[in-house]
Nanobody, 115 residues
């Protein structure tokens, strides 16, 4: 299993970013995919999840209405569209899958929201 995130960067408050996570090594469309984030000095927290077919999504209360998770099963890629970004969204964002009872993580991508 390999997960590779991209798309992070520095953005001003109110701006947008789109994160991508390219997956390989498993049957992508069969698994729930998730985005987590970890801010400095804080625990890693769940941001959003999406079902294998993409028909069901869930979000943390802190990002509802601002973030959208989606997936393209033909490209084995999951996305996180982040709008109306706030300084408190600053964190390393990680892609996650649980397969056969094991958790797999990407290397993370840094998102910094600052003026």
């Amino acid at each position: 299993v390999q997960l590779v995130e991209s798309g992070g960067g520095l953005v001003q408050p109110g701006g947008s970013l789109r994160l991508s996570c390219a997956a390989s090594g498993f049957t992508f469309s069969s698994y729930v995919m998730s985005w987590y984030r970890q801010a400095p000095g804080k625990e890693r927290e769940l941001v959003a999840t999406i079902s294998g077919a993409g028909s069901s999504t869930n979000y943390a209360d802190s990002v509802k209405g601002r973030f959208t998770i989606s997936r393209d099963n033909a490209k084995n890629t999951v996305y996180l569209q982040m709008n109306s970004l706030k300084p408190e969204d600053t964190a390393v964002y990680y892609c996650n899958v649980v397969r056969r009872g094991l958790q797999y993580w990407g290397q993370g991508t840094q998102v910094t929201v600052s003026s």
